[in-house]
């Protein structure tokens, strides 16, 4: 049974219980589900079926904490939904139980007058650390990182290590990478629990950590915390402030949450579309249409240029017009040819296999395999050819293919170089911008060697 | 400075220490590079200089523990390459050291003689993990799992299974996540090295332990066990064989190179490349051009619908030349709004936020979205089809734009599912493939259009 069919089960069985007010069968059934996956079930629920009163019935099932980790794995839409619906009592229990990293971001999406009442009951570090953590701009490092690590003043023996591990482990994200804090609050080494559990217990800890610790300012970009988690396999990364200062964590988990949505903004940036602030299947239509239409019209007008091309070869195609035949499939196998180049060096570059100092090698390799390309698909299309229009015109087809698919892809690989080299993101040049400079570009050359290779005959 | 300058920093200084043989330089200068900024060194050396004595005379200084650490960090082909220059002795003390998941996929890369040859001298035990972990497919659960983990036989207390945690610490890949195994081997629990240390020393581990355990298959696809260490937000996770015994564990490093691997192998196939077996750098130039050319040749033909529609419509063309200036604006505007409504499902697919089930719901909202961005651009083109052939010429001309970025855009939409539902990969509907259907299709729409409306008139 798929993941999906053993999820749509589980609801069913569910939604009946919950029906028949069959509470026992409800307590039954609750605590055997996944966080992650009754966060699912709740998530169809509301969406489908619209019933916000069942999600929150169901909700008043389970035990604070358990709500709170629930809550955390669902869309921010779905979170905000239920915590307007709930009483400010509630909701701050629920805060408290969360992870930081998760409260944060659901105090985020609160409106300013819930936000004021909330903060203003909360107990003072409470308070101040939630603010803090509010403070940093989406995107950065700071917006990811919880502020529940633990943390071993400086000085610390192996056995007062140890304790205050166990002291911690209810609340912190990871007890299995632990940071070393110096008196003024900066970060002076790190240990895992591992080594820390093979020492012996009246060592130093300062003797035994790593002092050159990888750690990551507050402001940095997000995708590069995942890529040295990443590179470096570590458990998680510590976050520190513009005075060295400790600030908090990164952990593995969210490190591949970070990585997946990269991807997937990369994803679709390679076919020009924005930035979407959510899932395809649940994102504003209205949104949708606007991060989608910006670059479909500035193609249309770049459009304009293979337009131009033709029109000045006008004579060349009324004189014989069975060029035109031949004329999508040219333009589109340089396209082709050309989006596969880009894509090559835009994730090449996005993985970190790819550098601005690579380019001359690369250049040299893509001469190759593109020149290879362009003379298989010739071969391809110059019988065809010759059957629409005899040797003549099979040889300007040919002719133009190798031309073409050469350029396209030279002008693919290179454009994410060009792009890097001027600050702008290399996943610029999408497969649609690619696409529509060859055409232009396709439609020159082809047109080019009619008119010599015609007119000569 | 960025990664990469320090990166280049460290090559230069550790290369003029060798040259210069400062042997205690370079003892002062290894030990503080990581393992994966030590590989990185390395591989530019054997790839840019060519010059793998150099890189045997530095690896002969780190102790042996790091230099399987630090080979094991370098892509397949460069760890064969010194694996080939170095002794059986040497090989064998270094595959001791290695992660049983990195030992086997170097002895996987050996000949087949050299494989005999060590598995001959290596102890019973060792042999026989490595030819078991030796025979999984590549890409499944089987072939990335490592044998090095923490495993507590059911029945023992809390102090029992702190102390074997322990011993096994050197050895384990993870000591934070253990398995309790019965007497037959299986599965039966799991728990946290958390849980174990806050437990009572006294209490009994099987009444501790989460026996409801995520664990997977040998058999099942890599890309799976990613997506629940993603999902589940998992240390590790258990492998299975078909009598449901614990053969291995996934760490959440592993899960994330897979991540990473899959996602460029979805890039690539998004522009119709194959799956390539290295970096794009570091293929080998034939095997790039086989794995583009195959599509690029298949749509060369594809492509001759396009063609085939224009030599139907050859008489409306000869009679309205000016036709063809607008030709590849529409059909590439149709190409480029299906092949961004392809993408978002493929992607929406790939992590699990589009399922078969939200076809209908989703085939609504893209028409809606199609319908707008056809109207949009219908209205940028129009002007210039007034300009370029009178009214007449810009109706055709809006008309269609409408008309083909809304069939585009359903067409490309829908295809994943298509191919979704008779088992192909939703990825093969890639943006060439997309876009040269829509070329076809664009060409006879245009053209029926103008036949009809010019003729008309």
Redesign the interface.
């Known amino acids: 049974m798929s993941l999906?069919e053993t999820l749509q089960e589980q609801k069913d069985t569910l939604l009946e219980a919950l029906q028949d007010e069959q509470r026992e069968h409800l307590d039954e059934l609750l605590p055997?589900l996944?966080a992650?996956d009754l966060a699912e079930i709740l998530e169809d629920i509301i969406e489908e079926e619209d019933d916000l009163p069942l999600v929150l019935g169901l909700l008043d099932c389970l035990p604070i904490e358990r709500r709170a980790n629930v809550l955390g794995y669902l869309p921010g839409d779905e979170q905000l939904e239920i915590a307007e619906a709930i009483s400010d009592d509630m909701l701050l229990l629920i805060l408290e139980e969360m992870g930081s990293d998760e409260r944060v971001d659901l105090f985020n999406l609160l409106g300013e007058d819930r936000r004021e009442t909330l903060l203003r009951r909360m107990a003072r570090q409470e308070r101040e650390d939630l603010k803090r953590l509010a403070s940093y701009e989406e995107g950065t490092a700071g917006a990811i990182m919880t502020s529940d690590y633990v943390a071993i003043p400086s000085g610390m023996t192996v056995s007062q290590a140890m304790m205050r591990?166990?002291q911690t482990?209810?609340d912190a994200e990871t007890?299995?990478q632990l940071y070393i804090i110096d008196g003024d609050g900066r970060l002076a080494g790190t240990m895992s629990?591992?080594q820390l559990?093979?020492a012996r217990p009246g060592a130093q800890v300062d003797d035994l950590m790593i002092k050159?610790v990888?750690s990551i300012s507050v402001d940095e970009e997000q995708e590069e915390v995942a890529r040295l988690?990443?590179?470096?396999?570590?458990?998680a990364m510590p976050v520190t402030d513009h005075d060295e200062r400790l600030v908090g964590i990164v952990t593995?988990?969210d490190?591949?949450?970070v990585?997946?949505s990269e991807?997937?903004e990369?994803?679709?940036k390679?076919?020009?579309?924005g930035q979407l602030e959510d899932?395809?299947?649940?994102v504003p239509?209205w949104s949708?249409?606007r991060k989608?239409?910006t670059?479909?019209?500035l193609?249309?007008?770049a459009?304009?240029f293979?337009?131009a091309g033709?029109?000045y070869f006008?004579d060349t195609?009324?004189a014989q017009?069975?060029l035109?035949?031949?004329?999508?499939?040219l333009?589109?196998?340089g396209?082709?040819?050309g989006?596969?180049a880009a894509?090559?060096?835009?994730?090449?570059m996005a993985?970190g296999?790819?550098?601005v100092?690579?380019w001359s090698?690369?250049l040299g390799?893509e001469l190759?395999?593109a020149g290879?390309?362009g003379l298989?698909?010739a071969v391809?299309?110059a019988p065809?050819g010759v059957m629409?229009g005899g040797e003549a015109v099979a040889m300007v087809v040919a002719m133009s293919m190798v031309t073409i698919v050469l350029f396209g892809s030279l002008l693919g690989m290179c454009l994410p170089f060009v792009l890097e080299r001027f600050k702008v993101d290399p996943a610029t040049a999408s497969?649609?911008l690619v696409?529509?400079l060859i055409?232009?570009c396709g439609?020159v050359i082809y047109f080019t060697i009619a008119t010599a290779i015609l007119t000569g005959l």
Chains 1, 2 share one sequence.
């Open positions: 999906n055997e996944r992650a591990v166990r482990a209810p007890v299995y629990l591992r559990m093979v050159d990888i988690i990443s590179r470096y396999d570590l458990l593995h988990d490190a591949m949450d990585a997946e991807a997937t990369d994803f679709h390679g076919m020009s579309i899932g395809v299947s649940r239509i949708l249409y989608r239409v670059w479909l019209v193609l249309v007008f459009n304009l293979s337009g033709i029109a006008e195609i009324a017009v069975a035109v035949f031949f004329l999508p499939l333009i589109g196998s396209g082709n040819a989006a596969q894509t090559l060096m835009v994730r090449g993985t296999d790819v550098g100092k690579d090698k690369l390799r190759l395999v290879a390309l298989t698909m391809a299309v065809i629409r497969a649609p696409t529509t055409d232009a439609v």
